[in-house]
T-cell receptor
Framework: SAVISQKPSRDICQRGTSLTIQCQVD?????MFWYRQQPGQSLTLIAT?????????ESGFVIDKFPISRPNLTFSTLTVSNMSPEDSSIYLC??????????FGEGSRLTVL | GEDVEQSLFLSVREGDSSVINCTYT??????LYWYKQEPGAGLQLLTY?????DMKQDQRLTVLLNKKDKHLSLRIADTQTGDSAIYFC?????????????FGQGTTLQVKP
């Protein structure tokens, strides 16, 4: 299994500011994924973070709004830029093993005022 | 596009069995997953099944997969009040570590004492 740690666990931010969420995996992994869970909703993939190359974004998500870094095989960051109240969500980091397991961090709960 | 559907709510008595159902549209999904989310927490991987299997059992959990009908179910035996949570079904779109998860809306399981 993989243990995935995220920081911060929660934050309250002002409109127009940016916040960077960190994700640390306890082992080296090829792919890391960032998901968003809006209040009362299911999860939606934002992007796949590739080590050594640009992240791959899903439809509806753009790099300017959600820049991602992946400096090594155990760490990634997601920045939520120029935040608005609509960005209030839980942001979750995910990664998996070669046997098909996909694990999630505890999530970063973001409230934008 | 790919879709995963679940019923939204299930209520059972403590000690009974719970069965949560899920349907998916992507016939190429190689793995299917069940996650549990308790209030204020992240997603806990409960179990997953490879698409060439039709059943997987892990202690109180039994997963049944009908690939022909694209139907997945999770049975929880001897349901306890601690099993009260939201259960998400997810299908892997794509293969292995390069794929993304398509999530259902989540089924809220209420366990009455």
């Amino acid at each position: 299994s993989a243990v995935i740690s995220q920081k911060p666990s929660r934050d309250i931010c002002q409109r127009g500011t940016s916040l960077t969420i960190q994700c640390q995996v306890d082992s080296q992994v090829t792919m890391m994924f960032w998901y968003r869970q809006q209040p009362g909703q299911s999860l939606t993939l934002i992007a796949t973070a590739n080590q050594g190359s640009e992240a791959t974004y899903e439809s509806g998500f753009v790099i300017d709004k959600f820049p991602i870094s992946r400096p090594n095989l155990t760490f990634s960051t997601l920045t939520v830029s120029n935040m608005s109240p609509e960005d209030s969500s839980i942001y979750l980091c995910s990664s998996g093993t070669d046997t098909g397991e996909l694990f999630f961090g505890e999530g970063s709960r973001l409230t934008v005022l | 596009g790919e879709d995963v559907e679940q019923s939204l709510f299930l209520s059972v008595r403590e000690g009974d069995s719970s069965v949560i159902n899920c349907t998916y549209t992507d016939s190429s999904s190689t793995y299917l997953y069940w996650y549990k989310q308790e209030p204020g927490a992240g997603l806990q991987l409960l179990t997953y099944i490879f698409s060439n299997m039709d059943m997987k059992q892990d202690q109180r959990l039994t997963v049944l997969l009908n690939k022909k009908d694209k139907h997945l179910s999770l049975r929880i035996a001897d349901t306890q009040t601690g099993d009260s949570a939201i259960y998400f079904c997810a299908a892997l779109h794509g293969s292995g570590n390069t794929g993304k998860l398509i999530f259902g809306q989540g089924t809220t399981l209420q366990v009455k004492p």
